[in-house]
């Protein structure tokens, strides 16, 4: 059998043209009525998130199978997450932690505590593993360490997985919010009394937690530099620059959100501005205006092709896409942001189609930064 995967929200204004194919004739007709027949190895599979702008003339074509989140739960991924660690002891250790947190945690994320925008558990879970394959190394977790060293690894990677996303509104820190819970909930890892859970990092020396101002870099002004382009470092920018540090080595996009002059280009630029030579950087401004295909020029603009239909930055550079401003985009009539989708697409499966030949493009070595105000766009 031949699949076509169809990935993405539908749409009436391409899908209507495939109600023949869906239906008993099996034969799609183009504007110009030149007829392709489907063949019956030939399967079509839709994978979308909701059927709120299709019609009822494909609703009724197509068998609907709904995979409910809550039934296929976090499970699988966290199991299939766990193989790939090599350290046989060590995959121990964190099923039990894995029981022993995500689920009080999950619940509390759905009732405790606001977040900044909406994010789901599945996200969750993927920035904690993210974030413990970062930090569990053979340098902080050596080989016959003890298991509370996995666990306290593991409390910071969870802590912050979960807890960055909340934020302070006019009312309530739910910060503060998050940090008398969780001191509540789990006592077997003690956070320093005194601020929030956010306010500490691991000393790989000791394995305990120090504050972020320990961390902080001296500040010297340098006399070359005008006075605005100067940045003085805080325990804030020290955390933010130090998981930029840790996702960048994995190569994992990175979004940072929150409102007007908080300082998110900022800190993106000056983590680029000190980036070795072994990264180029594109910087693309997004505004109202700006559509999937623009997007994929100007993506594609500093890529060359390699063998066959690879193509990847120049030499062996990794490419890193600086993307300001993901909330301006229009939302179409039917609630698709055309840029995020071809991002989206990347993301999965790491290709996208050439806009003329139409043939597909496998892009390697690039990987996204990104910013966000959650308050307009």
């Known amino acids: 059998s031949k699949w076509m995967v169809l990935d993405g929200d539908i749409d009436p204004m391409w899908i209507e043209s495939l109600n023949t194919v869906m239906d008993d004739n099996k034969v799609l007709t183009l504007a110009s009525n030149e007829r392709i027949a489907l063949t019956p190895s030939m399967r079509l599979l839709f994978e979308i998130s909701n059927l709120r702008t299709a019609t009822p003339a494909t609703v009724s074509r197509a068998g609907i199978l709904y995979i409910n989140p809550q039934d296929l739960g976090w499970n699988p991924y966290v199991t299939s997450w766990i193989e790939t660690r090599e350290v046989e002891n060590e995959k121990a250790v964190l099923i039990v932690l894995f029981d022993k947190y995500i689920p009080p945690v999950l619940e509390a994320s759905r009732t405790k505590y606001k977040k900044i925008t909406p994010i789901p558990e599945i996200a969750h879970i993927q920035m904690l593993c993210t974030l413990l394959e970062s930090l569990l190394t053979p340098v902080n977790v050596p080989l016959e360490c003890p298991k509370e060293w996995y666990e306290i690894y593991f409390v910071f990677a969870c802590v912050w997985a979960f807890g960055s996303c909340t934020f ?10 998050f940090t008398k819970w969780w001191c509540n909930e789990f006592k077997a890892v003690k956070f320093p009394s005194g601020g929030h859970v956010f306010n500490y990092y691991i000393d790989p020396e000791t394995k305990r937690f120090l504050p972020w101002t320990d961390k902080v870099a001296k500040f010297e002004l340098d006399t070359e530099i005008p006075l605005q382009s100067t940045l003085v470092n805080t325990a804030e920018t020290t955390r933010v620059r130090y998981f930029l540090d840790l996702l960048i080595d994995k190569r994992k996009p990175v979004m940072l959100v929150g ?8 800190l993106i630029n000056e983590k680029l501005n000190s980036m070795s030579d072994n990264f180029a950087v594109t910087n693309v401004p997004f505004n109202f205006y700006t559509t999937s295909e623009m997007l994929q020029k100007v993506l594609e603009k500093p890529l060359e092709k390699k063998a066959g239909r690879n193509y990847g930055p120049p030499g062996s550079k990794v490419m890193i896409y600086f993307l300001d401003d993901m909330n301006m985009p229009e939302v179409d009539k039917y609630g698709t942001v055309q840029p995020h989708t071809l991002i989206r697409q990347w993301m999965d499966y790491q290709h996208w189609y050439d806009r003329t030949k139409l043939t597909l493009k496998e892009i390697h070595n690039i990987i996204f930064f990104s910013c966000m105000n959650p308050t307009a766009g």
Do not use: I
Not at 168 to 177: A, G, I, N, P
Not at 259 to 266: E, H, L, N, P, Y
């Open 259 to 266: 409102g007007a002059g908080s300082g998110k280009s900022v």
């Open 168 to 177: 302070q509104d006019q009312l309530v820190d739910w910060r503060s919010e």
